[in-house]
């Protein structure tokens, strides 16, 4: 009965270690298809494609922008110096006159009739005055006498001189070659001193006002260029810088320019608001690249290069920009071929394909 015990313990002893051989020899035999083979390199990235520049010298324009105003070279409130019943209004509006011309008239009657009479007791003095003078140098009549006479002739004429003024001042008569503008009161109306009847203002030329920080005040001066542009009209107006205020405004820090603008056919109107873009300097063989292809740095800026397919950083130095450009003073030259695209995935000696180069 004891061996019979053995030799069960035995066959059981065998089979297990049979079972363990088998089990073995299957999970090697799984193992070993599923492995990959030590020689099989993963695959190769393909190279980064990116648009390209190609770097040759080029002009670049320094240029600051602004808002500035449309001002009549010329404009004044017509108004009469002294009161009266308007009789003459010759003022056709939106119409031009030329200097000189008549535009308003009040009552001069009484200052018509004041001078005539002066008129006839001046030609009187005068006749006295000259017969006087013979006798006096005759020794006829005594120095007083003749002195009086003169001052009686100079009295008039003073006089003349005055009526004279009052009538003319009871005229309005065009100061400048002008348009009319709206009239603001009618014949037989009676006004005063200060009355406005109407505005008269040159367009042409139009003064073009503008103002720019005081940090430029260095870098502008009289018979620069500046370009504007109005609402509702495609194409740039040009004009030149004739006068500069001498001193800044504290409160905004800027100060104010003037140029002129011939406005020969009048199609601008003076108070619009304009747009102004005016050039400080031009760089006639500057080396410049797109703004979005400069990376900033903590200790600088750099771009990437093509070289032998490959991108390479390259640090620079920046002068001025523009809205779409910014000027390389240092770092590249031309012939160099600029990286403009897929900035962020660039590193040192990544491979890129260049699919544009502008």
């Not at 260095?218 to 001193?247: D, Q, R, S």
Request: neutral net charge; charged residues 25%.
């Amino acid at each position: 009965m004891k061996k019979k015990g053995i030799r069960w313990i035995s066959i059981v002893l065998a089979a297990a270690l049979l079972g363990i051989l088998l089990a073995f020899r299957y999970l090697n035999g799984n193992g070993s298809q599923e492995r990959k083979p030590a020689e099989e390199a993963p695959p190769k990235r393909p190279p980064l494609s990116v648009r390209s520049v190609a770097i040759s010298p080029k002009p670049i324009i320094e240029y600051i922008t602004g808002t500035g105003t449309l001002t009549a070279s010329e404009e004044v409130d017509l108004s009469f110096e002294s009161s009266g019943r308007i009789t003459v209004l010759n003022i056709d509006e939106g119409q031009k006159v030329q200097k000189g011309t008549l535009l308003a008239k009040i009552n001069d009657s009484e200052l018509q009739a004041q001078r005539d009479k002066i008129n006839v007791q001046l030609k009187l003095a005068e006749d006295r005055e000259q017969r006087q003078r013979t006798l006096v140098e005759r020794e006829a009549i005594s120095r007083e006498s003749y002195e009086q006479s003169l001052a009686e002739m100079q009295a008039l004429k003073a006089d003349l001189a005055q009526i004279e003024a009052k009538i003319e001042k009871a005229s309005i008569f065009a100061p400048f070659d002008g348009m009319v503008g709206l009239r603001y009161t009618s014949e037989g109306a009676f006004v005063s001193p200060g009355t406005l009847v109407t505005k008269l203002v040159c367009i042409s030329p139009l003064k073009v006002d503008f103002a720019i920080a005081e940090r430029y005040i260095g870098n502008v001066h009289t018979g620069m260029t500046v370009f504007f542009t109005v609402e509702g009209y495609l194409k740039p107006f040009e004009a030149k810088v004739y006068a500069i205020e001498p001193n800044v405004d504290v409160k905004t820090r800027t100060f104010a320019m003037r140029a002129l603008y011939p406005n020969a056919r009048e199609t601008l109107k003076p108070g619009r608001s304009i747009s102004v873009e005016l050039h400080l300097r031009l760089f006639n063989d500057a080396i410049s690249i797109p703004t979005e292809a400069l990376i900033p740095e903590m200790d600088g800026t750099l771009v990437y290069v093509y070289r032998s397919g490959k991108a390479q950083p390259v640090p620079v130095q920046t002068g001025i920009r523009t809205e779409t450009e910014i000027q390389i003073t240092s770092g590249l030259a031309v012939g160099d071929t600029l990286i403009t695209s897929g900035i962020l995935q660039l590193r040192t000696g990544l491979p890129v394909q260049l699919t544009e180069i502008r």
